[in-house]
């Protein structure tokens, strides 16, 4: 074998050559067989959903082969929209302007932001509750739901004390507003009251609001007192496009509202409205009086009137409170209507009532207009009364207005 000749420039070159290779080979292997160090590892990618989240406008492709994109509304719910402001809720905040001023704006005095809240509160809120007309009943039951919820240390300040006294009128109006059911053919809606409450005028206001709803109509022209209230309630028979039954002048009450269901009967008309006097010519009491027309109803349609409507002018105030008890004495009273609201600062006194006698309230009038009259929505009345949070902020003008 011939030995290698080292003098070669090119065998050096090529020993050279090949112990590179080798060296290299070996370094290789060495950092094969090392165990790999561990090294900081990124985090894995984000699921899609995740994504989406923080990126809304992403686009989350399904995992397993998508025919279709998915689109974010398809997991995720839609929010729900936001309340809608109680209707007329306009209206209840025009109608109870001077309430808001003699009651609300007070009361947010005597919750000034700044107070402690102590017992001594009560007091001036008692004489808040007692001068807007709400009653000494209802006064007492807000009290006392105030005074329990201070011992119990519920109360912190003052606008938890504003929010326990709303609760407490909300819990009131609870039964109100719950509307007119017209579910019988005719439905018979006597409507009664002192005189000059609102009476007539309501009964054209309602025909006007069921005309519109398409139910035809017969009003009854019960009140027989005065010749001026048939022409009154011809003239809104008129208006509305309806017939009005009436009877001779200071004819017998009875015998015009029996004659009205009858035609009503006859003709299959929705609703029949009835007109009472507020006051009355012969000797025997209103209240008797009604007791009796009561009965003629109940004789004349085989079932008592489906709606008594006892009609209230704000502007009496704690008189109101006391009418509704006469009347509920006389007749089942199913709902009341508030009239006049509109310019009277004792609005309060719709709690009052409610509270009192547990008797609904379904209408109010804020006006002498056809549609000042409106369904009564306890949440739009709440809202309107007790509007925050400037009603906290204390009024300028805290003088009673009337
Ligand atoms: N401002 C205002 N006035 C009203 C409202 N409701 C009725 N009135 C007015 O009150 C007055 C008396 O209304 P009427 O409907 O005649 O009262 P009534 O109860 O029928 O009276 P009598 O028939 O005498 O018993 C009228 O001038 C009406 O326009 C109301 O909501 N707001
Ligand atoms: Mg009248």
Redesign the pocket.
């Known amino acids: 074998m011939e030995s290698l000749d080292l003098s070669n420039p090119t065998v050096l070159a090529a020993i050279a050559a090949v112990a590179a290779l080798i060296v290299v080979g070996i370094i290789i292997g060495l950092v094969r067989g090392r165990k790999p160090k561990e090294l900081p590892r990124e985090p894995p990618p984000p699921p899609p959903e995740a994504l989406a989240e923080e990126h809304p406008k992403i686009e989350v492709e399904a995992r397993a082969e998508p025919t279709q994109p998915i689109q974010l509304e398809d997991l995720v719910p839609p929010a729900p929209p936001p309340p809608a402001p109680p209707a007329d809720l306009g209206a209840f905040r025009s109608g109870l302007k001077s309430t808001r001023g003699n009651l609300i704006s007070r009361l947010a005095v005597v919750f000034r932001r700044d107070r402690e809240l102590d017992v001594s509160i009560l007091d001036e809120v008692e004489e808040v509750l007692i001068t807007a007309d709400v009653g000494v009943h209802t006064t007492q039951r807000i009290l006392e739901a105030l005074r329990t919820q201070m011992n119990e240390g519920q109360l912190s300040s003052a606008a938890d004390a504003w929010e326990a006294i709303r609760e407490e009128a909300r819990s009131i109006l609870a039964s109100s507003g719950q509307g007119l059911a017209i579910d019988q053919s005719p439905t018979v809606i006597l409507v009664v009251?002192?005189?000059?409450?609102?009476?007539?005028?309501?009964?054209?206001?309602l025909a006007s609001r069921f005309d519109r709803q398409g139910k035809t109509l017969l009003l009854g022209a019960g009140?027989t007192?005065?010749a001026?209230?048939v022409t009154?309630l011809e003239v809104w028979g008129r208006r509305v496009g309806c017939e009005v039954v009436k009877g001779k002048d200071r004819a017998d009450p009875g015998s015009v509202i029996f004659d009205t269901i009858e035609k009503a009967k006859a003709e299959g008309i929705d609703i029949v409205i009835a007109?009472t006097?507020?006051?009355l010519h012969t000797k025997v009491p209103l209240m008797d009086e009604l007791t009796k027309l009561g009965r003629t109803v109940e004789k004349a349609l085989g079932r008592p009137a489906d709606h008594v409507l006892l009609?209230l002018?704000a502007t009496t105030g704690q008189n109101a409170i006391q009418q509704t008890q006469l009347f509920k004495d006389a007749l089942p009273l199913s709902g009341i209507v508030l009239?006049?609201?509109?310019?009277t600062a004792k609005g309060g006194v719709i709690l009052g009532i409610v509270d009192q006698h547990q008797v609904p309230i379904e209408f109010?009038?804020?006006?002498?207009k056809v549609e000042?009259?409106k369904p009564f929505g306890a949440e739009a009345f709440l809202q309107a009364l007790f509007e925050s949070p400037e009603a906290l902020e204390p009024s300028e003008d805290t003088s009673s207005a009337n």
């Open positions: 009251g002192v005189n000059g409450v609102g009476k007539t005028t309501t009964i054209g206001k009140d007192f005065r001026a209230a009154q007109d006097a507020g006051r009609v002018d009239t006049k609201l509109d310019g109010i009038g804020v006006g002498e000042d009259l």
